[in-house]
């Protein structure tokens, strides 16, 4: 965790790259209106895939996969559950909510009944 980040140089620059490759892709789209269908998403297609292959070569997209990699691993230390203890811990909230719910009910019925008392509609 005491790892120095090196700055990997650019800057900003290769997102805003990607960045302005993807909106020219979608501006080509409404641009060639004239054009098929099929030509028109092409373009689209194509300034998105050049704007990951921009992003994912950028700084940013460097550092995006390191933490795409990092978060792989915490997740292979975590602990999962097996099947008993999963059906076993359901149950238990289960019941909880159960009884929890019943309470809410119950007084829900008790302040209902002390409220018409009070104000004299429960005759």
């Known amino acids: 965790m005491n790892e120095q980040i090196q700055d990997q140089g650019g ?5 805003w790259a990607a960045v302005a490759l993807l909106v020219a892709g979608v501006a080509g789209y409404y641009v060639m209106s004239d054009q098929p269908a099929w030509q028109r998403w092409l373009v689209v297609v194509a300034g998105a895939a050049l704007g990951v292959v921009t992003f994912a070569m950028s700084g940013s997209g460097r550092n995006f996969w390191q933490f795409v ?12 559950p097996g099947r008993e203890e999963t ?3 359901t149950l238990v909230v289960f019941v909880f909510a159960s009884v929890a719910g019943l309470f809410f009910w119950l007084l829900d019925l008790f302040l209902a009944w002390a409220t018409r008392h009070l ?3 429960g005759g």
Request: net charge positive.
């Open 69 to 80: 990699q990092d978060a792989q691993n915490e997740r292979r230390k975590v602990f999962w």
């Open 119 to 121: 104000t004299g509609q």
């Open 11 to 15: 800057g900003r620059g290769g997102l």
């Open 87 to 89: 059906w076993k811990t």
